[in-house]
């Protein structure tokens, strides 16, 4: 039995797995930094009142608030890009990809069997959606914002090619030209929030097609609390087919780096 545990900025997720990198059991709740919190979950993940001699592998930007603990049981630190960088080749099944990890903000990692190399990132994701949505439709609460993206219209907002276009212009009539090129002040809220996570993951999608350009690579795998949005995985495979590069969105990404920090363990 394997424990990870990824202390992000918005979430914790908390994973128990077997060697086979099997999850058994997962926690995810609001991050708060409050130590025991945190342990209150870890029971109920282990269903166990006693946390006595147990064995944990952290990353994130919270994973600090664990040092109060390393007297109590072992703890061990791995960072944030080889924990989603290992999640996602364990979800997706590849090796060698591309990792993008959309979560507040998106971070891209090179991932090579068991390197994994940092190789930028963007103020463009979760973050971005949740802060747009309220500005725009009043509504900041990331799962509110993926009901109203399920049911949103991005055409009603977004300036296509079609739209603009007469004749074959060798481009798919319904290519984005203009994100919110054709939005107005009457449009709906459901339209809006799709329009907004459209804009997210194409440019997010374009960022990883370029960064493919000049590697060997020919595989994306998306991760993190954004790919769990039904709508992102079409929109993600578009920009990909658009581009030539297979974009793959596996289920379970949001627990990506704490399978992740689990996997690591043995």
Excluded: W
């Excluded at 039995?1 to 202390?7: L, T």
């Excluded at 949103?152 to 300036?159: A, I, M």
């Excluded at 090129?181 to 997210?200: E, F, H, Q, V, Y």
């Amino acid at each position: 039995m394997r424990i990870g545990a990824d202390i992000g900025g918005s979430a914790v997720k908390l994973v128990c797995a077997d060697d086979n990198n099997r999850i058994l059991s997962r926690r995810r709740y609001a991050t708060d930094g409050d130590l025991a919190h945190f342990e209150r979950e870890l029971s109920l993940l282990l269903n166990r009142q006693s946390l006595d001699g147990i064995s944990i592998t952290v990353s994130g930007v919270g994973s600090k608030m664990l040092e109060k603990r390393k007297a109590d049981y072992n703890v061990r630190y791995i960072s944030e890009f080889e924990a989603f960088g290992r999640g996602a080749q364990i979800l997706s099944g590849r090796e060698n990809a591309l990792v993008v990890s959309m979560g507040t903000g998106t971070a891209f990692v090179m991932a090579h069997g068991d390197v994994y190399e940092h190789i930028g990132g963007s103020g463009i994701g979760g973050g971005a959606l949740c802060g747009l949505s309220l500005l725009t439709t009043g509504v900041a609460d990331i799962y509110n914002i993926k009901d109203m993206t399920a049911l949103g219209d991005t055409t009603k907002v977004d300036l296509t090619v079609g739209d603009i276009s007469v004749g074959d212009t060798g481009l798919a009539a319904d290519l984005t030209a203009a994100n919110f090129g054709k939005a107005s002040l009457d449009d709906d809220n459901n339209d809006i929030a799709a329009g907004l996570a459209n804009m997210i993951y194409q440019s997010v999608g374009v960022m990883a097609a370029f960064a493919l350009k000049g590697t060997d690579l020919d595989t994306v795998v998306f991760v993190g609390a954004m790919s769990e949005f039904p709508v992102g995985a079409q929109m993600m495979k578009n920009v990909g087919d658009l581009h030539g590069y297979s974009f793959i969105m596996p289920a379970g990404g949001a627990f990506a780096g704490a399978l992740g920090c689990a996997s690591a363990a043995g």
